[in-house]
Nanobody, 116 residues
């Protein structure tokens, strides 16, 4: 079992920044992939950014150049730095992890609201 706890969401004006954090309840040694997804109102959950199993960062086209995914293995923490936020970034952001032998896990989500 792995628990993922997100934090850092909130209300921000367009053009502002937020940093999301996702803390895993266990060491990340057996976590093959980790990433961030989001679900905007009335839409499906989509990939925002994620690390592949070999450590390559992938981004959705809509956030390239504005968002940066990073991680701190010592703290079992995944981050998402979000700059130049737009109203269309408003969504619930979820942390996701695929654990070798156990499957996929999701956090509870954190709300990001960008006011224009």
């Amino acid at each position: 079992q792995v628990q993922l706890v997100e934090s850092g969401g909130g209300l921000v004006q367009a053009g502002g920044s937020l940093r999301l954090s996702c803390v895993a309840s266990r060491d990340t040694l057996n976590i093959l992939t980790m990433g961030w997804y989001r679900r905007a109102p009335g839409k499906q959950r989509d990939l925002v950014a994620a690390f592949t199993s070999i450590g390559i960062a992938n981004y959705a086209d809509s956030v390239k150049g504005r968002f940066t995914i990073s991680r701190d293995a010592a703290k079992n923490t995944l981050y998402l730095q979000m700059n130049s936020l737009k109203s269309e970034d408003t969504a619930v952001y979820y942390c996701n992890a695929y654990v070798n032998g156990l499957g996929y896990y999701w956090g509870q989500g954190t709300q990001v609201t960008v006011s224009s």
